[in-house]
């Protein structure tokens, strides 16, 4: 078993398996995209060209503007060093190296290797997210003082490395035993995300948040009532404590059948009831068209070929990272900066398909409520209260917009009331 010096020792440099391998990476891509392709609502209601001049005073406008212009920098200068980092870890030794100095049993090395890689690049970009937080302080946006602040994000960083320790134990252990590692990895990695994604709610959603069952009142009963009526079998709604970090409205639904659980954060209950309403109206529109099982599957099968081409790159990567194989512990660096990268590049296709997917839960909710009124009031107290961007530019639109913005949903209601013979508001 002792293949760590050994060049290619782990199947990945033989020609007949790596053709195996990229039949498998093709067959299962088409797979992954016939999923997302027939998933996804392409042909969701939209409404006409957004306006905020329409629904927001120049001052909102303004405001939106100035907060957008102080967070560009950052944000940029963090996509910056993420890709720099990445690069560096990819096509340099500098891994190599770094982790070259650590002792002890290959899964050891492989564990430490995860913690010292994630140590320094949370090192690099830990002055940008203070600057962030500066700036959400600076607009209300953040309650929270640095000691929360930053053992949320050690929190964050621990669970991210944690996880990441745990996939690359297991796929170094596969490539040291077979030398078709990229076959049980692939299945691996599509468990191991559908695993985490029933398991995340559970587990770790209650490190960052306390949650208690909504008290007994008109609001709790109407929102269970409604459920019922969307026939979206829910088990409790609960509270979580987010006001002690930030301002931001929101809410979920998480679990599945049974155990499905309404989760709305304390700082929306101050909103009119309908409104609270209506925002649990759009999270059972994503539980009717069950899009968490379907996000969770393309995940997983984005997953199972990322570790077919990791089987594929790593071969042609590996001299200029200068590690002799994937079974080589000093092969985390190379192995975290290509996953880093591919994350990247599939962001874009993960919003293109997210936000027709939140255009459809808005259409549901109107559906249910039969409101468009309150759903544009709403859209305007959310956006004045996120401080949303409310005219996205094209480039931020690719990389960073989970939804449609504010104006285009508020447009879209105005396409539904037309439709649905409702008076526009
Ligand atoms: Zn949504």
């Known amino acids: 078993m002792k293949r760590d010096g050994r060049p290619g020792g782990d199947g990945s440099d033989d020609p007949r398996l790596r053709r195996q391998a990229a039949v498998a990476l093709v067959l299962l891509g088409l797979v992954t995209l016939a999923v997302a392709l027939f998933s996804t609502p392409w042909g969701v209601l939209t409404g006409g060209a957004p306006d905020p001049a329409r629904d927001f005073s120049g001052q909102q406008i303004a405001r939106s503007q100035a907060f957008d212009a102080a967070a560009t920098l950052p944000s940029y200068l963090s996509l910056g060093l993420t890709i720099i980092v990445a690069g560096v870890l990819v096509a340099t030794p500098f891994g190599a190296i770094v982790l070259g100095r650590l002792r002890g049993p290959w899964w050891l090395r492989v564990i430490l290797g995860v913690v010292v890689i994630t140590a320094l690049a949370e090192v690099i970009r830990w002055p940008l997210g203070m600057w962030v937080e500066t700036l959400l302080r600076d607009y209300g946006l953040s309650t929270q003082d640095w000691a929360g602040w930053a053992a949320d994000r050690l929190k964050n960083i621990g669970v991210e490395t944690f996880l990441l320790a745990l996939m690359l134990l297991a796929l170094v ?12 990895a692939a299945m691996g990695a599509f468990a191991l995300t559908v695993v985490a994604s029933f398991v995340y709610p559970v587990v770790f959603e209650p490190l960052f948040n306390d949650f208690t069952s909504m008290q007994q009142g008109p609001l709790r009963t109407n929102l269970l009532a409604m459920a019922e009526r969307d026939g979206v079998p829910v088990e409790d709604v609960l509270v979580a404590d987010a006001s002690r970090r930030t301002t931001a409205l929101n809410a979920y639904v998480s679990g599945f059948g049974a155990t499905r659980r309404i989760v709305v954060y304390d700082t929306l209950l101050k909103a009119p009831q309908s409104e609270v309403e209506l925002v649990v109206a759009h999270e ?38 200068g590690v002799t194989s994937i079974t ?4 985390v660096g190379v192995v975290m900066g290509l996953m880093t990268l591919g994350g990247l590049i599939l962001g874009p296709a993960q919003n293109v398909i997210s936000r027709h997917i939140e255009a459809r839960a808005d259409v549901h909710a109107l559906d249910l409520t039969k409101d468009p009124v309150t759903f544009i009031a709403m859209q305007k107290r959310l956006a004045v209260t996120n401080i949303s961007d409310l005219s996205p530019d094209a480039v931020e639109y690719v990389l960073y917009a989970s939804h449609p913005s504010s104006p285009q949903r508020i447009a879209m209601a105005r396409a539904w009331a037309k439709l649905n013979g409702v008076p526009v508001p």
């Open 284 to 321: 059972l529109g994503h539980a009717k068209y069950n899009d968490v099982l379907y996000g969770t599957l393309i995940g997983a099968l984005g997953a199972a070929l990322g570790a077919i081409l990791l089987y594929l790159l790593i071969g042609p990567m590996r001299r200029r990272a």
């Open 328 to 331: 080589d512990p000093r092969a």
């Open 173 to 184: 252990a596969l490539a040291r035993k077979f030398r078709r590692w990229w076959i049980p």
